[in-house]
């Protein structure tokens, strides 16, 4: 697992915004400089519970990934690093991966709105494939001009819609957050 790290990039969570057409909510991830981000589209819930994490706010009984982090401290395994690993008909996949008590490795396949939301709450590492970061600025050129031209360069791999993301994100304010359940 160790041996591929290069072809991964470390990402955070820049922040939770809503798709201004279709108000699904969006987890926008960052890398540390700033200069790539990789927008993924995911459920109200799955925002609720990164939102309250990012927030700091407690809800008074465990949500769902309370409940993951809890079981696996309650079983000695510890949560090394989430992976966004691959952009596949406009869908992306996750792996968790996992370290038991005995020092056992395992990976486990996840959906990337609850790999981020369990490593928000684990504070563990988030990376992100190269492939994917480049696979996604495709897709939003494609989206964009109609043409599959790619004009993806090395230092800023997701740059297509580069601007329109950070108009986004610079708009947001803490009412953004806030998702009506």
Sequence with gaps: MAGHREDF??????????????????????DPDNKLNLPIWIGPLEATAM???????????PMTHDLLRNLLTEFGATVESAEITELRDNTYF????????????LEMDSRPSDAIALALRTKSPI???????????????AERDGSEETA??????????????????ERMSPDDFKYKM
């Design 51 to 61: 939102a309250t994490e990012i927030e700091g706010i407690k809800p008074q009984r």
């Design 94 to 105: 996750a792996r968790i991966n996992l370290k038991t008590r005995e020092g056992r490795v």
């Design 9 to 30: 990039i470390l990402m955070m969570v820049g922040g939770i915004t809503l798709d201004p057409s279709t108000k699904m909510p969006i987890v926008v991830l960052k």
């Design 127 to 141: 990376y992100v494939a190269k492939k994917v970061l480049e696979d996604s600025s495709e897709l939003h050129e």
């Design 152 to 169: 993806a360069s090395d230092q800023n791999l997701a740059g297509v819609s580069r601007d329109k993301w950070s108009e986004i994100l």
